[in-house]
């Protein structure tokens, strides 16, 4: 068990790795920040020494160097745009992303687990067919198409709520219902194809035959059974919670980490994209450690062969 | 013969307009040992699974089940779960897949315990400990404790054996309980089935593929073919002197233990699938007494004395024989 | 008579692995067996899963290599997997398997897959082929119309008969059968058992015939050896031995062959599973499920020794226990 914590720990830290290389080298082969920042028509002096205060002017690899140290060090440096530490920047975006992904979570979940499990307890029904049909279009219109529509149709043609922006909790609603329809889609589907491989095992069989009633068979057999593949699907969701909302923040202008994210990524603010990159490598490796635990809580045949 | 315990009247099942089975007419005796035989697609499991209400939805099924004269296809779902596992229990022939993985085995023994006889805590794991010994599970304080995945197969068939006996049923169905099993472990565990059924004096129905299990443990014989019983008859007369073309084809394609080799019997064809079942005989295809009349319609059981009846209208009825019991 | 196929007192030992942590613990699966078959004839090897029957099976087609102790094919040692002559050899050794839909290819017709081997091994022109083809379909009793379906539109039957139809290709001197029959019912099983027999009386081919079925195996087999946990513990000419068995493990399991009709041999239930093969008992590997046992059972090892009527049996109490059933 030990060890596979370890080997568990050794891959997330190689995995964050190769995160913030692959910002780093995507960001400065796409452009000189400095350049960007400054603009271009900036005096030559004027970018040189902006590249002197940021190191820019040293050879590539030991800037990669320098980066790699500081972020060991803990220090993920500073905004190129405004200086202030790069952290600092982040956090202060971190809750208004909560506050859309949190209740967006939420409403996957309540939504999307109880409307698979319902579809698949009355399979081939109209239930069935509606809710199959409400996911394939949850997941499969983008999420800016339906954020447009229900701007178009609940603020503008109805006026009952703000288009965009962050005023108040009703302007929050359309936002976490863009959100939260998609993955509801997606948790419904693998919910109802969990529950249905379940329901065709003969356990649950056994139990019908020893006289449990079939709500208890779906409750105490069915559903312990069905919720070993549907955590891997909660735990990717868990792994978006910070950066998952990058397009819906940008369409309802949510002054959130994806819409920091996308200014930064515009400016090369280097120090920010990596710093968001960092949290949401981290909170996915850390989603995935707690599936892989879960997992074995769930499923006594995997405690064995840990 | 006595009170019938249950009677199957007329069971007909079928799937997508498919019949798999073309109405099953089948009486347990209290505490008799009845055996069901036959190939694959024949129905023998199909006749069960219907009588219990455990095939899925999709199955269309008419009939009568009578359970003391109550038909248990009109009952509703309450009272047919106090039934299943109470008073009718099942075991199935994958015992590692039929118990549940998530849970202890301990524990699906105690939740039988509980619907059916009240027990809870540690009156129920201690009732579940004595099932335990009763089937023969070593150590069986610590197996309660188990999973499924931990035990060999024979101690998982032990388990549902156990969870079958916690409602104390009058009738036990075993539908090819021991198909899974090792040889070794499957004389095992039907001396089990022998032993439990003398001691608690319930009714068993064993449903298998192989002759010599149900010679090994019943006393009366239902041969299925194609959906239907094709012959019924006291174990030591359907091996001494079968009256079906099938019963007999079945018995001569079997190798012999001992005596002089023989070239095997085999019947000509194949087991008819349920979705491709003949209009009439479902065996004269393969027949060789087959005529036209046997298309024409399903032949009807007839007695032929001594509670040996046949559906076929050709089957030559012997002079009666002194039947030699099987050791 | 010269052997056709022998194995000389092979052995073969996987490493199991125990959790992610846990060190390879040797398994032997097979230990230290000889066995042989003669052209034109069936050697059976019964015992239950986990006894080695199926790596025999594998050893001796070549399939696998033996760690110790050597296979031997027409007098010349097997080459290794994979190598060009040992691929050249495939023809002369053939498998015929448990399940006839894994061994087939879904999504070609059963006919194409029959011919196969012949191209394959570059057997005949195309005219020739075509001939080959339609005198194996008329050995294994399949119509040219069933052989142009694909393997899931036969029934269990008849897919058995296309392996076997696709093994015989190209005429081997042995065919290696593992449990051919187990999945069939009992009426097809009696269909496929005759045909193995008259082929075999036709083209002189040597069979091992591997099953759990002891009554299978005595219709067919010409030798059988029973087998426990890796070895052989009696061997001989089947009629003897499932009339009377001598050894304690195979008097257990030929008295739990259910049989309709009356039984000649007392039932002997035995108690306990077969021990996992990872943890092989000291001893005679059979000794904790042996009402027998003394205390050199438990500490030593019985050699397979041959007896005046010509089997062989591994076990230390085998006299007395001859002399009590004389």
């Known amino acids: 068990m030990l060890r596979f914590l370890a080997l568990r720990l050794v891959r997330a830290a190689l995995t964050i790795a190769l995160v913030v290389t692959f910002a780093f080298v995507v960001l400065r082969l796409s452009g000189d920040p400095a350049v960007i920042i400054m603009s271009p028509e900036a005096p030559a002096e004027a970018i040189a020494a902006f590249r002197k205060a940021w190191g820019l002017d040293q050879p590539i690899w030991i800037q990669y160097i320098n980066y790699f140290g500081a972020i060991l060090h803990g220090e993920l440096g500073q905004s190129m745009r405004d200086g202030r530490p790069a952290i600092a920047l982040v956090l202060e ?135 070993i593949p549907t955590v891997t699907v909660i735990g990717f969701m868990v792994g978006s919670l910070i950066a998952g909302a990058v397009v819906v923040e940008s369409v309802f202008s949510w002054p959130g980490v994806g819409r920091l994210l996308i200014v930064a990524v515009a400016n090369r603010d280097l120090a920010v994209v990596q710093c968001i990159l960092l949290m949401v490598a981290g909170t996915m490796v850390t989603a995935n450690f707690a599936v892989d635990l879960l997992y074995g809580l769930l499923d006594p045949r995997l405690r064995g062969a840990r | 013969m006595s009170a019938t315990l249950v009677s199957i009247r007329d069971l007909w099942v079928s799937f997508d307009g498919h019949a798999a089975l073309r109405g099953v007419d089948l009486d347990i005796a209290p505490g008799e040992a009845v055996g069901l035989v036959g190939e694959s697609g024949c129905g023998k499991s199909v006749t069960w699974l219907a009588a219990l209400g455990l095939l899925p939805v999709k199955a269309a099924v008419s009939g009568q089940v009578l359970l003391d004269g109550q038909d248990l296809r009109t009952l509703k779902p309450a009272a047919l779960d106090a039934i299943r596992g109470r008073r009718v229990a099942m075991i199935f022939q994958d015992p590692a897949s039929s118990l549940n993985p998530v849970h202890r085995v301990g524990r699906q023994v105690v939740e039988a315990l509980r619907l059916h006889r009240g027990l809870d805590g540690a009156a129920a794991r201690a009732e579940a400990r004595r099932l335990f010994d009763l089937v023969g599970i070593p150590d069986a304080g610590r197996r309660l404790d188990a999973f499924a995945h931990e035990l060999s197969g024979g101690q998982n068939q ?147 004395g001594d509670g040996h009846s046949v559906a076929c209208l050709h089957a030559h009825v012997p002079e009666p024989v002194r039947a030699v019991v099987p050791a | ?125 195309r005219g020739e082929r075509e001939d080959r083809l339609a005198a194996l379909l008329n050995d294994v009793g399949l119509r040219a119309d069933q052989a142009a379906r694909y393997p899931h539109e036969l029934s269990g039957g008849q897919r058995q008969r296309a392996v076997l139809a696709r093994a015989l290709a190209t005429s081997p001197a042995l065919l290696v059968c593992d449990e051919p029959v187990s999945a069939l019912d009992v009426s097809i099983q009696a269909q496929v058992i005759n045909m193995l027999t008259d082929l075999q009386a036709a083209r002189g081919i040597a069979m091992i015939f591997i099953s759990h079925d002891l009554k299978v195996v005595r219709q067919v087999s010409h030798e059988v050896a029973v087998m426990y946990l890796g070895r052989v513990v009696e061997q001989g000419d089947p009629d003897a031995i499932f009339a009377d068995p001598l050894h304690p493990y195979a008097r257990a399991l030929v008295s739990a062959i259910p049989v309709p009709g009356p039984r000649r041999l007392p039932r002997i239930v035995l108690s306990g599973d077969p021990p996992n093969p990872a943890d092989r008992p000291a001893g005679c590997a059979f000794h904790p499920r042996c009402s027998l046992a003394t205390a050199q059972c438990r500490v030593e090892e019985p050699g397979l020794i041959a007896r005046a009527d010509g089997r062989r049996v591994a076990c230390h109490r085998a006299d007395e226990l001859a002399r009590a059933s004389a």
């Open chain 1, 93 to 227: 975006r971190i809750p208004a992303t909560l506050a859309l992904t949190l209740p967006a979570f939420a409403l996957k979940l309540c939504l999307g687990i109880p409307a698979g499990i319902q579809a698949a307890l009355h399979r081939n029904s109209l239930t069935d067919r509606l809710v199959m049909a409400g996911a394939v279009a949850g997941f499969t219109v983008p999420s800016f198409v339906l954020g447009l529509l229900l701007v178009l149709l609940f603020a503008v043609t109805l006026g009952w709520l703000p288009s965009g922006g962050q005023d108040g909790w009703r302007s929050g609603i359309l936002p976490v219902i863009t959100l939260g329809l998609g993955g509801a889609g997606i948790l419904a589907r693998f919910t109802r194809s969990a529950m249905l491989e379940v329901l065709g095992q003969h356990y649950i069989r056994t139990a019908s035959a020893k006289g449990v009633p079939w709500r208890a068979v779906v409750r105490n057999h069915a559903l312990p059974n069905a919720a």
């Open chain 2, 158 to 304: 032990r388990v549902m054996i156990a969870m079958a006996l916690a409602g104390e049923p009058e009738l036990l169905v075993a539908d090819e309980p021991t198909t899974a099993l090792d040889a070794t472990i499957q004389a095992q565990i039907l001396d089990l089935l022998r032993r439990l059924q003398a001691e608690t004096g319930m009714a068993l129905v064993l449903i298998s593929h192989d002759l010599g299990v149900v010679a090994d443990l019943c006393s009366r014989v239902g041969v299925m073919y194609g959906g239907r019983i094709v012959e019924e008859a006291p174990t030591a007369t359907l091996f001494a002197a079968p009256v079906h073309p099938y019963t007999q084809g079945l018995l001569a394609a079997l190798p012999d233990m001992t005596g002089p080799r023989r070239r095997l019997t085999a019947i000509a064809g194949g087991v008819p699938e349920p979705w491709n079942f003949p209009p009439g005989c479902s065996f004269a295809p393969r027949c060789m007494s087959a005529t036209s009349a046997c298309d024409a319609a399903l032949p009807a059981a007839r007695d032929v």
């Open chain 3, 1 to 125: 008579m010269i052997p056709l196929l022998s194995l000389d007192g092979v052995s073969r030992i996987y490493r199991q692995r125990r959790g992610l942590l846990g060190r390879g613990v040797p398994l032997r699966a097979v230990d230290d067996i000889s066995l042989s078959v003669a052209p034109g004839l069936t050697l059976g090897v019964v015992g239950e899963s986990g006894c080695g029957k199926s790596t025999t099976g594998r050893l001796a087609l070549g399939l696998e290599t033996p760690d110790s102790g050597r296979v031997t094919f027409r007098g010349a040692v097997m080459p290794p997997p994979d190598g060009a002559e040992w691929r050249s050899q495939r023809r002369h050794l053939q498998l015929v398997p448990q399940d006839p839909l894994g061994a087939l290819d879904r999504r070609l017709t059963v006919a194409a897959q029959i011919a196969e081997p012949l191209l394959i091994h570059g057997i005949g022109n």
